[in-house]
C-alpha cells in the first residue's frame, strides 16, 4: 500500500466516524454539533439537505423519487434514512447527503438537532393537508431560530439578511389529487415569498420531471452558496448502493447518479406498488 493510499484510508475512515456521530440513531454529542461548519463554510464535505414536514406527506418518496427516479407507494413511517447522492449541476457534479426524517415522534435526535446537521432544507406538505401546510411556518421559524444561534448575522425576516439565511424550499406534494385538493397553489406561492423560500408544486406519484426540477433547483442554489466545494473532481466519490434497490443496481449504473445509503434503521421496509418512468 503506497503513502496516498493510506492516507486515502485514514480520510474515509475519518469521514465514516464524522458521519455516525451525526446519525439521526445516535444521541449527538452537543459538543461535536457545536462544533460544526457554519453552512457557509460548506468546505469540501457533502452539501446536506434535511427533508422537513409533517408525518405521510411524501418525504420519502420525494427523496426516492429524485435518486431513483421511482415512485414506491409505501414506506415504513418510522426509517430514516441519511442518502448520499452525487449529481451533475450545470456541469459540475456536488455531492449530497439527504436526511429524510420521519413525520413521527424520534425520540434518538431532536427537530433542532437534525435541523443543526443540515445546510438547506425542504419544508414538503401535502396540498390534500391543510394541517401539513399550517406547520411550514413552525419549521421555518425553527429553522431561522436554529441557524441563527450559530450564525449571528442571521437577522430573522430581515431581507437584506435574507443571504446569510439557509437555502429552504417549499413543495407542495401529491398535487395529481386535484378533488382533495386543500391548499390552492396561490397560498403556497404566498407563503413562500412570505418566508423567503423557494417554491414548487409537485405530484411525485405522476412525475418524476416535476421533482427532478424542484430539486435541481435547490441543488443549483446550494452550487451558488457552496461555489468552493463545485470545483469538478473534488467530492469524487462514487458507490452505488445496494441495500435500498438491490434489484435496481444494474439498471441504475447506466445513469448519472449514485446513491449510497449512510444509515437507516434495521427495520424492514414496506413496499407496494413501485412506478418509473
Ligand atoms: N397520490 C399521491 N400520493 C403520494 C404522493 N407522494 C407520496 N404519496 C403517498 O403518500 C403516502 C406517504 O408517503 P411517504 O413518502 O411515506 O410520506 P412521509 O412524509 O415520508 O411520511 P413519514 O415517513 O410518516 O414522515 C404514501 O402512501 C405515498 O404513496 C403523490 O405525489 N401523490
Redesign the pocket.
Known amino acids: 500500500m503506497v503513502l496516498s493510499d493510506v492516507l486515502n484510508v485514514a480520510k474515509e475512515l475519518s469521514e465514516k466516524h464524522r458521519l455516525k456521530m451525526t446519525s439521526p440513531f445516535i444521541k449527538p454529542n452537543p459538543k461535536i454539533l457545536k462544533k460544526r461548519d457554519s453552512w457557509t463554510q460548506g468546505g469540501n464535505r457533502p452539501i446536506r439537505i434535511v427533508v422537513l414536514?409533517q408525518?405521510?406527506?411524501?418525504?420519502?418518496?420525494?427523496v426516492v423519487r429524485y435518486i431513483t427516479r421511482r415512485f414506491i407507494?409505501?414506506?415504513d413511517?418510522t426509517?430514516e434514512t441519511i442518502y448520499k447522492y452525487s449529481t451533475y449541476v450545470d456541469g459540475d457534479e456536488l455531492q449530497f447527503e439527504i436526511l429524510?426524517?420521519?413525520?413521527?415522534d424520534d425520540k434518538a435526535m431532536t427537530l433542532e438537532d437534525k435541523i443543526r446537521w443540515g445546510d438547506c432544507f425542504i419544508i414538503?406538505y401535502s396540498i390534500t393537508d391543510k394541517c401539513s401546510f399550517d406547520e411550514i411556518t413552525r419549521i421555518k421559524f425553527l429553522i431561522n431560530h436554529v441557524h441563527g444561534l450559530q450564525n449571528d448575522k442571521v437577522k430573522v425576516g430581515s431581507s437584506n439578511d435574507r443571504k446569510f439565511e439557509p437555502p429552504v424550499m417549499l413543495v407542495g406534494?401529491?398535487k395529481?389529487?386535484l378533488l382533495d385538493r386543500m391548499v390552492k397553489p396561490q397560498e403556497g406561492e404566498n407563503m413562500a415569498k412570505m418566508l423567503g423560500c423557494m417554491f414548487f408544486e409537485?405530484?411525485?406519484?405522476?412525475s418524476y420531471a416535476e421533482v427532478k426540477t424542484a430539486l435541481d433547483s435547490l441543488a443549483r442554489e446550494c452550487k451558488k452558496r457552496f461555489r468552493s466545494s463545485a470545483s469538478p473532481g473534488n467530492l469524487r466519490r462514487r458507490i452505488s448502493s445496494g441495500r435500498l434497490f438491490s434489484s435496481d443496481k444494474k439498471k441504475s449504473s447506466d445513469r448519472r447518479f449514485s446513491v449510497d445509503v449512510m444509515t437507516e434503521t434495521p427495520r424492514t421496509t414496506r413496499r407496494a406498488a413501485i412506478y418509473s418512468e
Not at 429524510?100 to 413521527?104: L, Y
Not at 409537485?202 to 405522476?206: F, I, L, W
Request: glycine share 14%.
Open positions: 414536514g408525518a405521510a406527506v411524501g418525504k420519502t418518496a420525494l407507494g409505501d414506506y413511517p426509517l429524510d426524517t420521519a413525520g413521527q414538503v406534494n401529491k395529481d389529487l409537485v405530484s411525485t406519484r405522476e
